[in-house]
């Protein structure tokens, strides 16, 4: 999730999208009832063709289809267009892989003519994410292992009779990395078996198992199931997005997960929850002083701040940290932007000078900004946003 949605959003960055008003959102929620209730739609993908067919070389992109959906390419789609003539006066529903994409297709068939765009909100990722249930035979893909959420992995630990496989590095695993961002615990019950040495101890796992891999981000799970698959193991699953997913879904204070921070990781939606009740609460924003006053040269990182917000940048919390010390008492809800944010490195370091409150927020400012346009009952106030 984490390294697909900086991917993604730099594709899009010069792309002029259409305002969110005109492009009947539909949340994924509801998008089959949306489509029963339509006399005659197109669904359209407007991914890449491999990763409609779930081999592009992103593989962190394969994450199948919905079915029956017509694929053309974002990129292709203005050429295109004579294809779908017939829709024209039709509900058109798009979808893309984090409904990015999908607005800048919104947009092209909007001024093409097209009287009836839905862009749907959340993207085929979210609906894999979010274990989002459609009816049968709505959704496939046709990759060799299968894909799992952070709910349907908690829900098969909990039935036992799996192999959970943690592929992070011992460092990781343990919550002892020289990088603070990726000490966020580790699964209980799971094995560590490094990435680099699961070629050489793959035969110590049983082959009668359902096998359960997980990463960090997702940005090695895919090869590592290729591993498995051609070592003879046929039932093999990923858990999406990778451990990150697990605290972004549930926090770091689940019963699920050991090895946390001594800071509290907030999920999305408890940091959400603490956000709205800001007056209680020191927001800090550990950006650097572009993004949080839109001057960043990738205009996709400039979305403004939060209403209220304290903007001391991570490499300037030693030499700033004075002008937080009236706050030692009172809770700090601490948040950067998404791979690069050094958020837990503030959150250690002012647990570290006595500051008894501290909380990261998993989801990164991005996130607080896309989870409130593509996911449903996400009410982050919009007068809660400076300068979106």
Same mark, same amino acid.
């Given at each position: 999730?984490?390294?697909?949605?900086?991917?993604?959003?730099?594709?899009?960055?010069?792309?002029?999208?259409?305002?969110?008003?005109?492009?009947?959102?539909v949340y994924l929620e509801d998008l089959c009832q949306k489509l029963n209730e339509s006399k005659e739609y197109l669904l359209l993908d407007v991914r890449s063709l491999g990763e409609f067919r779930d081999t592009s070389q992103f593989s962190y992109l394969n994450l199948g289809r919905f079915n029956n959906a017509l694929n053309i390419d974002l990129n292709e789609l203005s050429n295109r267009l004579g294809e779908i003539e017939s829709y024209k006066d039709k509900d058109v529903f798009v979808y893309c892989s984090h409904s990015n994409r999908s607005r800048g297709a919104c947009g092209i068939l909007i001024d093409a003519g097209f009287k009836h765009v839905y862009n749907v909100n959340g993207g085929i990722s979210e609906y894999v994410f979010d274990n989002i249930n459609c009816p049968e035979g709505f959704y496939s893909n046709l990759l060799p292992y299968k894909l799992f959420s952070p709910e349907k992995t908690k829900e098969l630990i909990s039935g036992g009779d799996i192999v959970l496989i943690d592929i992070r590095t011992p460092e990781e695993f343990n919550g002892t990395s020289a990088d603070e961002f990726k000490n966020i615990g580790k699964l209980k019950g799971a094995v560590n078996i490094p990435y680099s040495e699961l070629e050489s101890r793959i035969n110590e796992l049983p082959k009668d198992k359902k096998i359960i891999l997980y990463d960090f981000d997702n940005s090695i799970s895919q090869n590592a199931a290729a591993i498995f698959l051609s070592k003879g193991y046929s039932d093999v699953g990923i858990m999406i997005y990778g451990l990150?997913?697990?605290?972004?879904?549930?926090?770091?204070?689940?019963a699920a997960l050991e090895n946390t921070p001594?800071?509290?990781i907030l999920d999305y939606r408890a940091s959400?929850?603490?956000?709205?009740?800001? =007056? !209680?609460?020191?927001? %800090?924003?550990?950006?650097?002083?572009?993004?949080?006053?839109n001057k960043n040269k990738m205009e996709h990182f400039n979305l403004g701040h939060l209403k209220g917000s304290i903007n001391i940048p991570a490499d300037d919390i030693q030499k700033r940290i004075k002008e937080l010390?009236?706050? =030692? !008492?009172?809770?700090? %809800?601490?948040?950067?932007n998404l791979k690069e944010s050094k958020a837990p490195d503030v959150c250690k370091y002012l647990q570290n000078n006595g500051f008894k409150n501290v909380n990261n927020a998993a989801s990164g400012y991005y996130k607080f900004i896309w989870n409130r346009k593509n996911i449903k009952n996400y009410d982050l106030p919009q007068e809660m946003i400076v300068n979106p």
């Open positions: 999730m984490i390294l697909s949605v900086v991917f993604l959003n730099s594709v899009i960055s010069q792309m002029k999208l259409p305002e969110e008003k005109d492009l009947n959102p990150y997913s697990w605290v972004y879904k549930f926090g770091s204070g689940d001594s800071y509290k959400l929850d603490v956000i709205k009740n800001h =007056k !209680d609460v020191i927001l %800090l924003d550990v950006r650097s002083e572009d993004d949080f006053n010390s009236g706050y =030692k !008492d009172k809770e700090i %809800l601490v948040y950067g």
